[in-house]
């Protein structure tokens, strides 16, 4: 760790690349190694890119959204589908929780077990 402390402290580069690297990473530093302090986080991505895999071919399929606010919405419900399913929830409990709340003008829930 010291090393990069090292790192985070001294960067004298002039190439505008490294400098906005080096910016994002003084910045986001503390963060960089929370799985080595917490083993429920992964130390790679490839849970999130195997839940987008399944957007990105069906948009190489020809399932593409002609309206933006299409494709917004599919994302956000997508998002909120594998959320849930991820935290042990079934998604047709938490649409129902989520409708009467809205109804009720309460905040929305989040897709976790109570």
């Not at 505008?16 to 790679?44: M, N, S, Y």
């Not at 929830?89 to 309460?106: E, P, Q, S, T, W």
């Amino acid at each position: 760790m010291d090393r990069f402390d090292d790192l985070l402290l001294n960067c004298h580069s002039a190439n505008h690349e490294c400098r906005r690297i080096w910016q994002r990473l003084f910045k986001h530093g503390d963060e960089l190694f929370t799985f080595l302090a917490d083993p429920r986080v992964p130390a790679d991505n490839n849970g999130c890119e195997r839940d987008i895999r399944s957007l990105a071919a069906a948009r190489n399929d020809g399932g593409v959204h002609r309206a933006d606010w299409s494709a917004a919405a599919f994302a956000r419900i997508k998002s909120v589908i594998v959320t849930s399913l991820k935290n042990g929830v079934r998604f047709i409990h938490y649409g129902l929780d989520a409708v009467r709340a809205k109804l009720k003008g309460d905040p929305m829930p989040l897709p976790v077990k109570p």
